[in-house]
């Protein structure tokens, strides 16, 4: 059961993280982002 959770846990980071990056660098200011917080964010959205 850990290994399944372990890898939708990492599915909705990568999804995460690929969304973001699909946004221009525009978009990603007027949220507060830049490029380097992605990974970050990815991360934080799956707590």
Do not use: C, H, K, Y
Not at 20 to 41: F, H, K, M
């Amino acid at each position: 059961m850990n290994l399944t959770r372990s890898f939708q846990t990492w599915r909705q980071m990568r999804n995460t993280a690929a969304e973001l990056n699909r946004l221009s660098q525009r978009e990603l200011a007027d949220l507060g982002l830049s490029r380097s917080d992605i990974p970050t964010v990815a991360r934080q959205s799956v707590r």
